[in-house]
């Protein structure tokens, strides 16, 4: 079985996938930096459930753009819900911490700029068509 030509805005979406991943993971460590040397003790309970998005969105957002990154060239329909899956995440990982008080400024608007932009792709017809189209 012959692999389905891949259009140029999927692999673009492919690649902004895999950066995200980086994205993540540094953001990651610089929320645990931030966090253990400037932010005061945790005031009540929704903090800690604040700080457990942040890591959690983060984290499972780079998995799941990772994983829809690997799968991209194949053309599935689970590979465009696990990309959707994958902004989702990371846009509660950004709430998250902006209900924590962390304005990171350059870190979030990178963050929220690549997630608008594979967001953007994901719903182009060129890119859904190739997700969901059983032509191959």
Avoid: H
């Avoid at 457990?52 to 690997?70: D, F």
């Avoid at 902006?98 to 979030?108: D, N």
Wanted: proline letters at 4%.
């Amino acid at each position: 079985m012959e692999a389905k030509p891949i259009p140029v805005y999927a692999e673009q979406t492919r690649a902004l996938l895999w950066l995200q991943l980086f994205v993540n993971m540094i953001g990651i460590l610089l929320f645990t930096f931030i966090t253990v040397l400037f932010q005061p003790p945790l005031q009540d309970d929704d903090d800690a459930i604040f700080v457990a998005g942040v890591l959690i969105g983060l984290l499972l957002g780079g998995l799941l753009s990772a994983g829809a990154a690997k799968m991209f060239p194949r053309g599935w329909g689970a590979t465009w819900i696990l990309a959707v899956n994958a902004q989702v995440l990371t846009l509660i990982a950004v709430w998250s911490s902006w209900e924590l008080g962390l304005y990171l400024g350059l870190g979030i608007v990178v963050t929220v700029g690549m997630v608008g932009w594979i967001s953007v792709n994901l719903f182009r017809s060129e890119v859904r068509g190739f997700c969901f189209s059983r032509k191959g």
